[in-house]
């Protein structure tokens, strides 16, 4: 096997007494898909935004390709910007900008970061928005979209910076439940496109589904890790058994 | 005698008027476009974690805000000649002026950027944008619609502010109002005249302001 595109070794932070994450690592392969999941406060949500340096932890390193950050040595915004530029991130609550039309956004980083034509970075814009289902959208401003189609729209904006790995921060969390099942489809078949993903979910159904890799957190630590046939299915753990006891069963 | 000669009022309209398009606007519009520049420098300092940029931001802000502009305009056109600083009636005004919608704007323009929410700033972040690039693709054009209500507010204090300028020479609205009344011994009527002329101003500036609102909330949820 190749080198893995991703790596994270020994992530510690905390914030004031809570202390997060207490030495987490974490290898992605290239193509594959990777499922963070656990109970909220377990610091799945702030292993995915280390890895692009929305969080710093305060040890521990992080390396996408060959760009590596070493989280100790307090890294300057350049560094963590190179860090950034490996990834893409598609957000909980979308964060698409709302002064531009859903064609803008898409275009915003090619464009405003990238420094790429107009013309090009329009014409692949288009391209990712059929690929999400969106084509006829492409004029439409954020807040004439449902909720599922403004997420469709944060995973073209994601995509359209060609980023080598695409980071999802619970992307389903805040739908309403009929909305889910369009977002998982696109994201089901990027998958098979063989794009990189980083995902923080709740949806163990997409986990068992898509996952390569599932890695249980809690605490702060990586409790269990395999394939899903064998975290989601067969967990050693009593805590991992717990958990998915608890989303089967909320009552 | 009734308290308003009508033939004044007709013969003092072009006078008063051409001082209002010769004096009070054009010092409007300078001093609050050169204000709303110094604003937006001024809110980005004060937004600085850098405490040698913020300090002299917050300083600025503290002492025009707390002195009155009638003192800042008499300092600058009377005072600083004593250190050798002459400047002309006009320039004196714009720089008072100026400094004085600096300061007020610049605190509705803080509060605007600080009301863009922080995903807006992740989200710019994560497509590869630097701090400069997301200011001014991203926050600073959400944080206009939100400044709008309070810059609005300034602009129309502004306006009527500009009548303090007489006190270093300057000719506007009131002045010229002054002159007239002195000459006619008619006060109401002048004074009543030059009050219509600033209304209808600000009459006009607060139209334009909700034109400006709602074009501006066209694209974001009600």
Redesign the interface.
């Known amino acids: 096997m190749s080198a893995p595109l991703l790596e994270a070794r020994g992530l510690v932070k905390s914030f004031g007494d809570n202390h997060v994450l207490r030495g987490i690592d974490v290898t992605v392969q290239s193509g594959s898909v990777t499922c963070l999941i656990g109970p909220s406060g377990s610091g799945k949500t702030t292993v995915l935004r280390s890895l692009?340096g929305?969080e710093m932890p305060e040890s521990g390193t992080v390396r996408i390709g060959d760009v590596q950050l070493d989280c100790a040595n307090r890294p300057d915004?350049r560094a963590i910007?190179r860090l950034?530029?490996q990834?893409?991130?598609v957000?909980q609550?979308h964060?698409?900008?709302?002064?531009m039309t859903v064609l803008d956004n898409v275009t915003?980083?090619p464009v405003?970061?990238?420094g790429r034509p107009r013309a090009e970075a329009r014409e692949e814009a288009r391209a990712l928005l059929s690929r999400v289902g969106l084509a006829d959208k492409a004029d439409a401003?954020?807040?004439q979209l449902s909720g599922g189609q403004q997420q469709r729209v944060g995973i073209a904006?994601?995509l359209?910076?060609r980023p080598q790995v695409v980071l999802f921060d619970e992307p389903t969390s805040a739908l309403d439940p009929e909305l889910v099942g369009e977002v998982l489809q696109v994201m089901q078949s990027l998958a098979a496109e063989g794009w990189t993903m980083v995902v923080v979910t709740h949806e163990m159904r997409f986990a068992r589904q898509v996952a390569d890799q599932v890695l249980f957190l809690d605490g702060g630590v990586v409790v269990e890790q395999g394939p899903p046939s064998e975290v989601l299915v067969e967990p050693r753990e009593a805590r991992t058994r717990q958990f998915l006891q608890r989303l089967l069963d909320p009552l | 005698m009734s308290a308003i000669d009508w033939d004044l009022v007709r013969s003092s309209l072009w006078p008063l008027g051409r001082e209002l398009l010769r004096g009070t606007l054009p010092l409007t519009a300078v001093s609050f476009v050169l204000g709303l520049a110094l604003a937006v420098l001024v809110a980005l300092m004060r937004l600085s974690g850098n405490r040698l940029v913020s300090a002299p931001a917050r300083f600025y802000v503290s002492v025009i805000r707390g002195t009155p502009l009638l003192l800042q305009l008499f300092i600058i056109f009377f005072g600083l000649p004593s250190f050798g600083i002459t400047i002309d009636p006009w320039p004196s005004a714009i720089i008072g002026l100026t400094l004085n919608v600096g300061a007020y704007a610049s605190e509705a323009v803080r509060g605007a950027i600080l009301a863009v929410p922080r995903g807006q700033w992740e989200a710019a972040m994560t497509v590869g944008m630097g701090r400069a690039t997301t200011l001014r693709r991203v926050v600073l054009p959400q944080a206009a619609r939100i400044a709008v209500p309070s810059l609005s507010n300034t602009l129309i204090s502004l306006v009527k502010d500009t009548s303090l300028v007489s006190v270093v020479l300057v000719t506007e609205l009131l002045r010229q109002a002054q002159v007239i009344a002195g000459q006619t011994f008619e006060y109401f009527t002048l004074y009543g005249v030059a009050a219509v002329y600033y209304w209808v101003v600000c009459l006009v500036l607060s139209f334009g302001q909700t034109r400006l609102e709602t074009r501006l909330s066209r694209h974001v949820a009600a």
Do not use: C, E, I, Y
Request: glycine share 8%; no cysteine; net charge positive.
């Open positions: 692009n929305l915004t910007a950034r530029d990834s893409g991130m957000f609550a964060n698409l900008f709302p002064h915003s980083g405003f970061a990238q401003f954020p807040v904006r994601a359209a910076t």
